[in-house]
C-alpha cells in the first residue's frame, strides 16, 4: 500500500576550486563565527526534472524541480572553522522536510569540510565550515555547487501566473538565468489523454528502497479510450532490483479534473508476468477503465548513486502507446569537496608513426591554448625525446571559472598528419597539482592506412492513405546518430528530395536515426546495416465508400427529324426516386453520370415517356444503364367498308359450239346468305363489283345454272372471286378413206424370183427369270394422331338454284389451256380451289373426272379401242398377203 513519511527531495552538493572576489558585508556571531550570507554564490539555476526543461521557462505545479547554486570562495578569505554560508530558498520553491546532518567531504582526503543543514520553515540552506575549510583557504580556492530536489510551493501558487525567481539576497547572481519568471500552471489535473505516467520517490530517511507509481489510462472509463490487448513493461535500470512481493495493480477512478482517485479492487496477481530482479509485465486484455499500479525497487549500490532511472512501456491497439524514461528524485544528501592550489602543468609526447628520420623535421614548435586561445609556445626535438611541457599554469580565470587547457603542433610537415590526444589528468603530486598530459602523433601519408568510409541512407514512407487527412508535414528533420547516441548530422526530408537523403562518405562505424516527432503520426523504424526506413502512420479518418451511375439514350427504328430535343431521366436508388431529374440531349451525347453515390445502394434509371417510342431501361450493372427507345410503327386503321369483285372466265374454245348464253346472272353471298344479285354480260365484259359492303363480313358468290358448262368459283381473295364456266366441244370422227379399183389391166405376169432360202429364224432369248421379290421392310409404327380441333358447326347450307344435270351422253371434250390457277408441276396433285365457306358455297368443278366404272365416258373408250385393234389387225393381213 502507500507509503507515508517518504523523503522526496535531497541535496547534492560538488564542490570544486574557484576563485572569487566579494565586497558584500559579512555578518559576525557573538560566538566570533562569521555568516557570509550568499555573497560567495556566482550563479543558480533550475531544472524540471518532470519535462528535463533547462532552463525552465514554464511548468505545471506538480513537476518535480532541481535547484542548482555555484560558489566560489576566493583564497585568503579568512574562512575559519564555525564560518557559516547562508543560502534563502526562492520563496515560490518549497523543501518538503528539513535536512541535517550532512557531511561535506574532500573527494580525494576524505577531510570534512563543511556540514551542510537545510530548513523547511524559513526556506534556508547553511553550510557550516571546518577546520580542514580554514586550513584549505590558506593554500588556495574553495569552490563548488549544491544541488537539491524540490517542488512548487502551492501555498504561495495558488493560481495560474508568472513566477519570479529571486536567487540571492541582493538579487542577482553573475549568472544570466537567476533573476527568472517562470509561468506556472496550476492545472486541473492530468491531460485527458493520458495513457501512461510514472513517477518514483524514497522512502523514509535510511531505507534503501525507492517507491515507483504508475498511473494508466487516466481518463479510460468510456468506450472510446478502450485499449485492446494492453500490456505494461516495466524495466528496472540500474544499481537496483525490483521488489517481487512488492507489486500491487489497482482499478481506480480518477475523481473530474483532479490528481484525486477513488480506489477499486485490486487485480489479481496472475496479471503479473515475467517478474525478474530487472521489471515485469502486467498483462491487462482489453481494457476501458483507469488503472494505478506501486511497487519497490532496491538500491544495490548502499545508495552511492546520484539517481536511479526506471522505465515504463504501454503497449496496446498492437502499437507502443507511451513510453516514460523515469530519473528518481536525487538521493538523500551527500557532498564532497576539493582544495588545491592555483596552478597546474601540461605535458606531453611527439610521437612518430612511419617515414624515416629523414623524412622528419629537426625540431617541431607546440603552442598552448588557454580556452582555445594562445598563450605560449615550446619548441621540442630528439635530445629531448621529443617531449614538452607548460608549468605554473592558472587553473582558474580571474572570476572563479576553471581554465581549459589545449595543445597543437606548429607547422606540420606536408608529409605527415598531425592527431592529439589527450590523456587526461594523468598524475597529481603532494600538493594536489594536476598535470594535463597529451600525445601529439603525426603519421606519414605515404602509409597511413585507407580509413574506411561508408554511405547510410534514410526513406520516409508516409501510410496515411495518400494524406487525406491533409495533416501530412511539408517537411521532417532525421538526425544520424552513432553508437553513442551523438548526434553526426541533421538532414531535412521533403518531396524535393523524395523523402530520402544518403549522407555519404561517413567514416565506418555504426549509424542509426531519429526522428522529430510528427504530431497526428506513430513512428516505426526498419534499420539495416547501412539505411533505414521510417514509417510514419496516421489513422485515416474513415471515408464512406463512394461510386458512380451512368445513364446512355440509344434510339431504334426511327430517324433524327423524329425524335424530340430532349428527354428528362430521374435516377433511383433502391427503386425510390434519387434527386433532380437530368436532361440528355445532342449536347451531351445523350449520357449523364451521377458521382459521390453511397455504394451501399442499388441504382436505376426512370424516363419521362416519349410520344410515339417504347422504353427499355437495360441495367448492365450497378453502375451503368442504357435505355433504349424504339418508334412505334404507324397504326393502321382498318377500313371499315370494302368492295367484291365477280368476274367471269369462259373457258369455251371461244364458244365454238355456240352454246354460250348472252348472260349469266350471279348471287351475292354475305356470310353465306345471299343478299343481292347482278346479271354479267359482254358489256359489263363479265365483271361487276360491289362497293361500300360492310369490311366485317365474309363474301362470296353463286352462279345460275349455266347449261352444257361446268362451273368453278375460285376465291382469289377476301376482296375478288373468279368464276370459270368450261364447255368441251364435240369431236366430229373422220371419214374413213375409199379403197382404190383393181386395175383392169394388170399386163403379163412376170416369172417370179427364186425363193431365197429362208433365213434361220433367229431363237428367242431365253426369257428372263424374275428376281424374288424383295421383302417389304417392316412399316413404321403410325404415330399417334394428333388430336383434331374442334370442328366447325356448319351453316345451314344454301341450297344452289336449279342444280345442273348431268348430260347422259357427253361429247369428248378437247382438254383446253389450263387455267392459271392449276398446279404445272406434273409430279404433284393439283391443289383443290378453296371456298371462304365450304358449307355454303355448292363445289363445281370444271375439269373433267376420270373415267369411273358405268360411266358413258367409260364405253366410249371403250369402243375405241376395239376399232383401234381391228384397223391394226387388218393392216398386219394386208402386209402379209402382199408377201405371198
Known amino acids: 500500500m502507500f507509503k507515508k513519511g517518504k523523503n522526496i527531495f535531497s541535496l547534492l552538493v560538488i564542490i570544486l576550486s574557484v576563485f572569487m572576489n566579494s565586497s558584500i ?16 554564490i556566482t550563479s543558480a539555476s533550475l531544472k524540471n526534472l518532470t519535462t528535463g526543461e533547462e532552463p525552465v521557462t514554464s511548468s505545471n505545479i506538480n513537476d518535480s524541480l532541481q535547484a542548482t547554486w555555484n560558489f566560489a570562495i576566493p583564497q585568503g578569505k579568512g574562512i575559519k572553522a564555525g564560518d557559516t554560508m547562508t543560502v534563502k530558498i526562492p520563496e515560490a520553491l518549497v523543501l518538503n522536510n528539513d535536512i541535517s546532518g550532512v557531511l561535506i567531504k574532500d573527494s580525494k582526503t576524505e577531510t ?3 556540514n551542510l543543514a537545510a530548513t523547511r520553515s524559513d526556506k534556508k540552506i547553511r553550510l557550516t565550515f571546518t577546520a580542514d575549510a580554514q586550513a584549505a583557504d590558506n593554500v588556495g580556492n574553495i569552490s563548488g555547487s549544491f544541488q537539491l530536489t524540490t517542488g512548487w510551493d502551492k501555498n504561495f501558487i495558488t493560481t495560474q501566473k508568472d513566477v519570479p525567481i529571486v536567487w540571492t539576497s541582493n538579487g542577482s547572481t553573475s549568472d544570466p538565468n537567476t533573476g527568472t519568471t517562470i509561468n506556472v500552471d496550476t492545472g486541473t489535473g492530468p491531460a485527458k489523454n493520458e495513457v501512461l505516467y510514472k513517477w518514483g520517490s524514497y522512502e523514509e530517511t535510511g531505507s534503501n528502497k525507492i517507491l515507483w507509481q504508475v498511473r494508466v489510462n487516466y481518463e479510460g472509463n468510456s468506450t472510446p479510450n478502450a485499449i485492446n490487448n494492453a500490456v505494461y513493461k516495466d524495466i528496472v535500470g540500474a544499481n537496483q532490483k525490483l521488489v517481487p512481493d512488492s507489486i500491487h495493480v489497482y482499478n481506480v477512478k480518477y475523481r473530474p479534473n483532479s490528481y484525486n482517485y477513488d480506489l477499486g479492487s485490486e487485480l489479481d496477481f496472475s496479471v503479473i508476468t515475467d517478474t525478474s530482479d530487472s521489471g515485469f509485465n502486467v498483462n491487462f486484455g482489453n481494457i476501458s477503465s483507469a488503472y494505478f499500479i506501486e511497487y519497490e525497487t532496491e538500491q544495490t549500490d548502499n545508495g552511492v548513486s546520484f539517481n536511479y532511472s526506471n522505465t515504463g512501456i504501454l503497449n496496446g491497439n498492437n ?36 617515414g624515416t628520420e629523414t623524412d622528419r623535421p629537426n625540431s617541431i614548435q607546440i603552442d598552448l591554448y588557454a580556452n582555445d ?23 582558474f580565470s580571474a572570476n572563479g571559472t576553471r581554465v581549459v587547457y589545449s595543445v597543437k603542433e606548429a607547422n606540420v610537415p606536408e608529409n605527415y598528419n598531425s592527431s592529439v590526444t589527450s590523456n587526461g589528468e594523468v598524475t597529481n603530486n603532494a600538493k594536489d597539482h594536476p598535470i594535463y598530459n597529451y600525445t601529439i602523433t603525426n603519421t606519414y601519408k ?39 547516441d551523438k548526434v553526426v548530422d541533421t538532414a531535412t526530408l521533403n518531396t524535393k528530395n523524395n523523402w530520402t537523403y544518403t549522407w555519404k562518405k561517413l567514416t565506418k562505424a555504426d549509424y542509426h536515426v531519429a526522428e522529430t516527432k510528427v504530431d497526428g503520426y506513430s513512428t516505426s523504424i526498419k534499420a539495416s546495416d547501412n539505411a533505414a526506413v521510417i514509417t510514419n502512420t496516421h489513422k485515416v479518418t474513415p471515408v464512406p465508400k463512394k461510386t458512380s451511375f451512368t445513364v446512355t439514350k440509344k434510339w431504334s427504328g426511327d430517324t433524327n427529324a423524329s425524335r424530340p430535343k430532349s428527354v428528362s431521366v430521374q435516377l433511383t436508388a433502391n427503386g425510390k426516386a434519387y434527386g433532380d431529374p437530368v436532361t440528355l440531349n445532342s449536347d451531351n451525347n445523350w449520357t449523364y453520370t451521377w458521382n459521390d453515390l453511397s455504394k451501399d445502394s442499388k441504382y436505376s434509371v426512370t424516363e419521362q415517356a416519349v410520344s410515339g417510342y417504347t422504353a427499355n431501361v437495360d441495367v448492365t450493372d450497378n453502375q451503368h444503364a442504357i435505355i433504349t427507345n424504339t418508334k412505334k410503327p404507324s397504326t393502321v386503321v382498318p377500313p371499315t367498308t370494302k368492295s367484291f369483285t365477280v368476274k367471269k372466265v369462259w373457258n369455251d374454245q371461244d364458244n365454238k359450239d355456240g352454246l354460250r348464253p348472252n348472260e349469266v346472272t350471279v348471287h351475292l353471298l354475305v356470310d353465306g346468305k345471299a343478299s343481292a344479285k347482278v346479271v354479267l354480260n359482254a358489256k359489263n365484259n363479265w365483271e361487276y363489283t360491289w362497293k361500300d359492303l360492310a369490311a366485317d363480313k365474309k363474301y362470296s358468290v353463286s352462279e345460275d345454272q349455266v347449261p352444257d358448262y361446268l362451273t368453278n368459283i375460285d376465291l382469289i381473295d377476301d376482296n375478288n372471286v373468279q368464276i370459270v364456266n368450261t364447255h368441251s366441244p364435240k369431236v366430229t370422227p373422220a371419214e374413213p378413206a375409199p379403197k382404190p379399183d383393181p386395175d383392169p389391166n394388170p ?21 428372263t427369270i424374275p428376281t424374288e421379290p424383295s421383302v ?17 358447326t356448319p351453316e345451314t347450307p344454301v341450297v344452289p338454284d336449279n342444280p345442273l344435270l348431268p348430260d347422259p351422253d357427253p361429247d369428248p371434250e378437247i382438254p383446253s389451256t389450263p387455267s392459271t390457277n392449276e398446279n404445272h408441276n406434273p409430279l404433284l396433285p393439283r391443289v383443290p380451289d378453296t371456298s371462304t365457306n365450304q358449307t355454303n358455297v355448292p363445289h363445281q368443278n370444271s375439269h373433267d373426272t376420270l373415267p369411273q366404272t358405268g360411266s358413258p365416258a367409260t364405253w366410249l373408250y371403250t369402243i375405241l379401242g376395239l376399232i ?7 393392216f398386219i393381213l394386208n402386209r402379209a398377203t402382199k408377201k405371198a
Open 373 to 395: 586561445e594562445k598563450v605560449q609556445s615550446t619548441t621540442t626535438d630528439q635530445s629531448k625525446n621529443w617531449q614538452f611541457s607548460f608549468t605554473n599554469l592558472k587553473r
Open 446 to 484: 605515404s602509409v597511413t592506412p585507407p580509413v574506411e568510409t561508408t554511405d547510410y541512407k534514410v526513406s520516409k514512407v508516409w501510410d496515411d492513405n495518400n494524406n487525406s487527412d491533409k495533416i501530412r508535414p511539408e517537411s521532417v528533420n532525421v538526425q544520424l546518430l552513432d553508437s553513442n
Open 747 to 767: 399386163g403379163e405376169p412376170k416369172d417370179p424370183n427364186e425363193p431365197k432360202e429362208p433365213e434361220t429364224p433367229i431363237d428367242p432369248e431365253t426369257p
Open 25 to 40: 558585508t559579512t555578518v559576525m556571531a557573538a560566538d566570533n563565527s562569521t555568516d557570509y550570507g550568499d555573497q560567495f
Open 112 to 114: 570534512v569540510i563543511a
Open 776 to 792: 417389304p421392310t417392316t412399316p413404321e409404327e403410325p404415330k399417334n394422331p394428333e388430336t383434331p380441333t374442334t370442328p366447325v
Open 868 to 874: 383401234l385393234l381391228d384397223l391394226i389387225g387388218i
Open 319 to 354: 502499437q507502443t502507446l507511451a513510453t516514460i524514461p523515469i530519473t528518481s528524485p536525487d538521493n538523500n544528501a551527500s557532498g564532497s569537496a576539493n582544495t588545491s592550489e592555483n596552478t597546474a602543468s601540461v605535458t606531453g609526447t611527439k610521437k612518430w608513426v612511419g
